[in-house]
């Protein structure tokens, strides 16, 4: 029976946050878009800047910045609301049975049978299962002490029918 044993702090979730994040395919064709307008709009910035005025131009320049760092200010904003949360520091431990997955910490417990984990993504370092489209438990390799990865794969293919691989 694999068993976790991690602190629920800002820096785990932040981790989980940019796996969930690296799960999607959809980023490539996100990130693309995003290259042309920012070129675009770097264009019109030095356009702006030398032809009009030089704030619109730093503004469209910050627009630019914005667009590609916002990933950023997504996890500050995340970081700082999570320290007023009553899981922050909590350490957990969970455990994959054959029944489903089941977490203990300080102030919570919670039992999820495998009929609620819905998809599960592997990557080299970690698992995430998830409950639905937004949410996700992130269970890192590092974490693992009781049990190896491959006792993990076993119980989660043979109980969660989309299983992928996003990294080796």
């Known amino acids: 029976m694999p068993e976790y044993q991690f602190q629920f702090d800002e820096s785990f979730l932040i981790e989980a946050f940019r796996k969930y994040r690296r799960q999607h395919g959809a980023r490539y064709a996100s990130l693309a878009i995003k290259s042309i307008a920012g070129l675009l709009l770097l264009a019109l910035a030095t356009f702006s ?15 630019v910045l914005l667009m590609f760092n916002g990933h950023l200010l997504d996890f500050w904003m995340v970081k700082r609301r999570f320290r007023k949360s009553p899981y922050w520091k ?9 029944e489903g997955l089941h977490t203990v910490g300080r102030n919570t417990e919670s ?10 993504c592997s990557f080299g370092d970690g698992l995430l299962l998830f409950q ?3 949410v996700f438990n992130w269970l890192p390799d590092d974490a693992l002490v009781d049990g190896n990865r491959a006792e993990v794969e076993d119980l989660v293919q043979s109980h969660v029918k989309d299983h992928r691989i996003v990294e080796q």
């Open 132 to 134: 639905g489209p937004g």
């Open 111 to 120: 039992k999820l049978g495998w009929a609620v984990i819905t998809k599960a």
């Open 49 to 63: 800047a030398l032809q009009i005025s030089w704030p619109l131009g730093l503004f469209f320049a910050a627009l």
């Open 90 to 98: 909590d350490s957990i431990i969970s455990k994959l049975t054959a």
